[in-house]
């Protein structure tokens, strides 16, 4: 029950918000302000079609803009917690997919210039993406089961995240 | 819990974000610009623009492999798979060299980017050399070459094109190598700017990016492809290898 408190205590959850939000405003303005580099990243995963490519990368960086000033700000936190849910899971799937496929990419995260780095080190670095998503999405889970345990409290009453 | 105001917040999130995003892209500069009708690393059908005649060489015929027809119903009915992709088959298909190694030593000669041209094709000085030792290759849209490859066309004055970003190409190119970045916005119209030269589409042209993994100069090698340029070249070792060797570069907007 400690630890239940702890992990829903408002000094915990308004930090672990506002940190999330902050990283995905971070993650999102490299992006925004060189979209062709953000570009070449995303078709580096091999993922989608050649025809998507362009709208992806000039619509998810202010996806991540909005939903991390959303976070950062208190506005529709519970919308934008799960956004960035969604975002991290595709994150984590699309870096795992090229890990099984030994395409050694670079993230894109944070940066959108091509790093000269070795095949091993870019391998290596998707490693420690997927490690420090996975990270991200605790934060999230922490922001939910925070939010959970305010509508336990509130006997079911529709309740944001505590500020 | 209420998911359709969720629903609602979350299709607002995305509605804004894809107005911001075409706003922005309306407002960038050409080189920040995303092109949202590119279908990126897809291979577009041959096709003849209509605007400027593809011209072709008098001395085409001379060379075996470019004795075909550059007639469009031609070639844009290829017979292997590896042409229907532009993708060559394998790099083994590079010609072989030989003629003489050339050192590495700086080239004399800077490849003159031409001035277009309605009456004649445009045939750079020492292409028809060039394009004896690196024949036209109609059925893949590129052949890998190496570095003392690339050095010996750059001293015939063959045409280079630099497919990495032009912030990058201006902090240092190969001298006379033109700006092609295949990920900014206008590409498309470089291309068919350079088609609308008149160029000889079975003269050798270098495509270079950044070496190692990539992929740039391939993709523009295959844009150019599509617009019949039946002799590109793809310097695989790029800039960082051409300077590695003791080649020149130069730095700046300019060729």
Redesign the interface.
């Known amino acids: 029950m400690t630890v239940a408190r702890f992990l829903s205590h408002p000094w915990l959850t308004i930090r672990m918000q506002l940190a999330l939000g902050v990283i995905f405003i971070a993650a999102a303005l490299p992006k925004i302000v060189d979209p062709p580099s953000f570009a070449h990243m995303v078709y580096n995963y091999r993922l989608l079609p050649g025809a998507a490519i362009n709208l992806f990368a000039l619509i998810l960086p202010w996806i991540e803009l909005l939903t991390g000033l959303c976070l950062a700000l208190g506005i529709w936190k519970r919308t934008a917690v799960f956004i960035v849910a969604a975002m991290l899971i595709v994150f984590i799937a699309g870096i795992s997919i090229n890990l099984a496929r030994g395409n050694a990419i670079d993230c894109g995260c944070f940066d959108v210039s091509v790093a000269a780095r070795t095949r091993e080190q870019r391998l290596d670095d998707m490693k420690f993406v997927i490690a420090r998503d996975l990270g991200l999405l605790l934060m999230v889970g922490q922001l939910l089961f925070a939010e959970g345990m305010q509508r336990e409290f509130s006997q079911g009453n529709d309740v944001s995240l505590p500020i | 819990?209420?998911y359709r105001?969720?629903i609602v917040?979350?299709l607002t999130?995305?509605a804004?974000?894809?107005l911001?995003?075409?706003v922005?892209?309306g407002l960038?500069s050409r080189?920040?610009?995303?092109?949202?009708a590119?279908?990126?690393?897809?291979v577009s059908p041959r096709k003849e623009l209509t605007a400027a005649p593809r011209s072709t060489s008098s001395t085409a015929a001379e060379v075996p492999a470019s004795s075909d027809s550059m007639n469009p119903a031609v070639s844009s009915t290829p017979t292997s798979s590896s042409s229907q992709s532009g993708i060559p088959a394998t790099v083994s298909d590079v010609p072989p060299a030989p003629g003489p190694k050339p050192s590495a030593s700086s080239p004399a000669a800077t490849p003159s980017p031409t001035t277009p041209s309605t009456t004649s094709p445009v045939i750079p000085a020492g292409s028809e050399n060039a394009k004896v030792r690196f024949p036209p290759h109609k059925d893949v849209a590129y052949v890998e070459i190496d570095g003392p490859q690339a050095e010996w066309l750059y001293k015939k004055g063959v045409l280079f094109l630099d497919a990495r970003?032009t912030s990058v190409y201006e902090a240092g190119h190969i001298p006379g190598a033109l700006p092609f970045?295949v990920?900014?916005?206008d590409i498309d119209q470089k291309t068919e700017a350079l088609y609308g030269e008149g160029r000889d589409g079975e003269a050798p042209v270098v495509a270079y990016c950044?070496g190692?993994?990539?992929e740039?100069s391939h993709m523009l090698a295959q844009k150019l492809w599509g617009l019949f340029f039946n002799n590109v070249l793809v310097y695989k070792g790029g800039f960082p290898e051409w300077t590695g060797r003791g080649n020149p570069s130069k730095s700046g907007p300019q060729p």
């Open positions: 819990m209420n105001r969720h917040e979350a999130l995305v804004a974000a894809a911001c995003a075409t922005a892209n960038a080189e920040r610009k995303l092109s949202l590119a279908s990126v690393g897809v970003r970045s990920w900014e916005s950044s190692g993994d990539c740039d």
